[in-house]
């Protein structure tokens, strides 16, 4: 299948899920929905990115994507969504998707909106330290590294994530070449030995093509001078990190609750 075919694929599966979001079901029965949203919205972006090579239009289908998990978020929290492996921090890379579009606000307050402790329903322990911990270092806040303590102990081995992790807790821009360089190899590979058991999503192959949390964890490193040192690495395109989202686009999941009323 072309990636073209792919493209119309997600779109169709996009507006079957703000469908359903926009008729009105409680939040406790839609976080499979919010987070297929939020798939589907990075897939169209990686598919502009890929196709059209347009950083203006992967920026605000990123931030979309972003918007989703902020609305899910915010309405557990008013209606008292408080037992749900869906909110499980690390579940949903739209963290990851607003840092990459340069939408570092948007990207503060997902996290902020998230759990503060792992939810073991629905994630990983070391997944959960990995995403708090981007999350406080990103806002120079701490302390982070008990987080890199509770990652090493989840994991019981070394792990490109906790290179990372390690060498920005000791700020160290050689340290975080080496681990970024082992994180995309990792990746990679994966990505090869995934993709038949995937064959089924949609948003996999784009989502596959463009390494969004490459591009958000390589943002942070230039936010804290920790690097890039090369203006390329695979499937980070340059293009999509020179510039971030401006202007911030309207919240589509405002239109829908508008659309409500």
């Given at each position: ?69 902020r609305r899910f978020l915010r309405r557990s929290a008013a209606e008292k969504n408080e037992v749900d492996h869906h909110l499980a921090r690390s579940r949903c ?40 911990f981007l999350h406080l270092f990103l806002r120079g806040a701490g302390p982070t590294a008990p987080l890199v303590e509770q990652m090493k102990s989840a994991l ?106």
């Open positions: 299948m072309s990636l073209r075919d792919i493209k119309a694929d997600v779109i169709d599966e996009l507006e079957e899920n703000l469908e359903i979001i926009a008729a009105g079901h409680p939040v406790r029965e839609l976080g499979d929905t919010y987070e297929d949203a939020a798939r589907c919205l990075e897939a169209l972006g990686c598919c502009k990115l890929l196709l059209e090579m347009d950083p203006a239009r992967f920026h605000r289908d990123l931030v979309w994507a972003g918007y989703a998990r890379d739209s963290f990851f998707c607003a840092i990459a579009a340069g939408a570092l606000a948007l990207a503060d307050e997902i996290g902020s909106l998230s759990p503060t402790v792992w939810i073991p329903e629905g994630e990983y322990e070391e997944d959960f330290a990995y995403f708090r019981g081995a070394s792990s490109p994530r906790l290179a990372v992790v390690e060498a920005f807790e000791a700020s160290d821009a050689d340290a975080f070449e080496a681990a970024f360089t082992a994180l995309v190899d990792d990746r990679n590979d994966r990505v090869d030995r995934d993709k038949t058991m995937f064959s089924d999503d949609v948003t996999f192959a784009p989502r596959a093509s463009v390494f969004v949390e490459g591009l958000a964890l390589l943002r942070i490193a230039e936010l804290r001078r920790l690097g890039p040192r090369q203006r390329e690495y695979p499937r980070c395109p340059y293009a999509a990190r020179a510039v971030s989202v401006s202007p911030q686009p309207e919240d589509l999941f405002d239109e829908l609750e508008l659309g409500r009323t």
